[in-house]
């Protein structure tokens, strides 16, 4: 088993460049998460699912939207990035809801 | 509101030291879960323990131990005779039973031990 992985591990854009960021987990999990982790800030959920195509916001959804079209699969896109996005992101995956959360090893991402 | 507190920001300690880190939490939910992760300089979250709510029971692995007590909303982490290897950040974080089980996460205590 992988577990839970990245796509890109790093990636730097312009601002307004647009990307997609790729979680995939071969645990068939049915809860995935996102979260962007900044110094000092700890990490922040930014979309959560509960399931194949189902999505719901987090804590910092803006400037961001997710896709869930296959239970393995979770999508992060950035339509047009800003500088305050440069962060570090990370996955997570658990198998219900009151499970444990295993995380990818995330993606550095920096907007200049 | 859920909320996770990490007072200590960093600490350092000598080798064979023990250290504790502090955590303190905030919630209206009767059920939940605690957790700590460790992340190392490499910047995976590794999972270290989960505790729920209902169980109080202090728990030791190996060199690490936890103390729960529901009374000071507390879930302190300690190392016994700390080896360079355990320097990395620590995060404690706290599900309720919004945002889908989400995790809330503390600002992480830094944590270097030096040989």
């Known amino acids: 088993n992988a577990g839970v992985t990245q796509t890109p591990k790093f990636r730097v854009l312009k601002t307004g460049q647009s990307m997609t960021l790729l979680c995939a987990q071969d645990?068939?999990?049915?809860?995935m998460y996102w979260y962007r982790q900044d110094p000092g800030m700890g990490l922040r959920l930014i979309h959560y699912s509960v399931g194949e195509g189902t999505t719901a916001k987090g804590e910092v959804p803006d400037g961001y939207n997710v896709s869930r079209l296959k239970k393995q699969n979770f999508l992060l896109g950035l339509e047009s990035a800003a500088p305050s996005q440069t962060s570090v992101y990370f996955c997570?995956?658990?198998?219900?809801?009151?499970?444990?959360?295993?995380f990818g090893p995330g993606t550095r991402l920096t907007v200049l | 509101a859920q909320k996770v507190t990490q007072a200590q920001t960093e600490i350092s300690v000598v080798e064979k030291e023990d250290v504790t880190l502090d955590c303190v939490y905030e919630t209206r939910d009767t059920t939940y879960y605690l957790f700590w992760y460790k992340q190392p300089p490499s910047g995976e979250l590794v999972f270290l323990i989960r505790?729920?709510?209902?169980?109080?029971q202090n728990e030791i692995s190996g060199r690490y131990s936890w103390n729960f007590q529901k009374s000071t909303s507390s879930f302190n982490f300690t190392i016994t005779a700390s080896q360079v290897v355990d320097s990395a950040v620590y995060f404690c974080?706290?599900?309720?039973?919004?945002?889908?089980?989400?995790?809330?996460f503390g600002k992480g205590t830094s944590l270097l031990v030096t040989p």
């Open positions: 997570a995956s658990s198998r219900f809801g009151a499970d444990t959360q295993y």
């Open positions: 645990m068939n999990h049915e809860y």
């Open positions: 974080a706290l599900r309720g039973s919004n945002s889908g089980y989400a995790l809330n």
């Open positions: 505790r729920n709510s209902f169980d109080e």
